[in-house]
């Protein structure tokens, strides 16, 4: 079998841009991202998805995906305003419709595969965090900063008092 190169196969194609209407405003969305950008996107996205407890937010998830879509995709400039309030950026957002008009103007391959992603990570990260070694890197890194010297333990237990902090631990661990 010949072997042919790959350079020749490939072109310097470029995929169009599409323009979008939104109260006489033309609205630029992109109809292809790089992998690059969809990589940071998503970073985004799956990171600001759990909140300070480390549990996975839909609601949160929705918002962000949204936030980022907008960022990413189209020419819509979000300000650090609009970011710091970023549940009335997202009520707008739907209210006005955008998030329909990019969903309709982005080609669905392209949704469902940011969508698939960020969900395949998001199950990947539960599924670690509900895992035994999850629980003991939780256990670990709740109590890292705290003071295990095994004689103070072994005092402590003699202290009904303190017998809270191993109730504490045991808990953690389930």
């Known amino acids: 079998m010949a072997k042919i190169s790959f350079n020749s196969l490939i072109s310097t194609k470029t995929v169009e841009d599409r323009v979008i209407s939104l109260n006489d405003k033309e609205i630029i969305v992109k109809q292809y ?40 995709y189209t020419n819509i400039n979000i300000t650090d305003t609009m970011l710091k309030n970023l549940e009335t950026t997202y009520d707008l ?15 669905v391959e ?33 109590y890292k900063n705290t003071d295990f010297d095994l004689e103070k333990l072994m005092a402590s237990l003699q202290d009904p008092q303190q017998v809270g902090f191993v109730k504490e631990v045991m808990e953690k661990m389930g």
Do not use: C, H
């Not at 759990?50 to 937010?57: A, I, K, V, Y």
């Not at 949160?60 to 995906?65: D, K, P």
């Open 110 to 142: 392209e949704l469902k595969m940011l969508d698939n992603m960020a969900r395949e990570a998001i199950d990947a990260i539960n599924n670690y965090s509900n895992s035994f070694a999850g629980q003991i890197k939780s256990v670990a890194t709740d």
């Open 93 to 107: 957002f739907i209210i006005n419709g955008i998030d329909r008009l990019i969903d309709s103007a982005v080609p």
């Open 33 to 72: 991202l790089p992998v690059k950008s969809k990589a940071e996107l998503l970073d985004t996205v799956i990171q600001a998805s759990f909140d300070s407890e480390g549990l996975w937010s839909p609601l949160r998830y929705r918002i962000y995906l949204l936030i980022e879509k907008v960022r990413w």
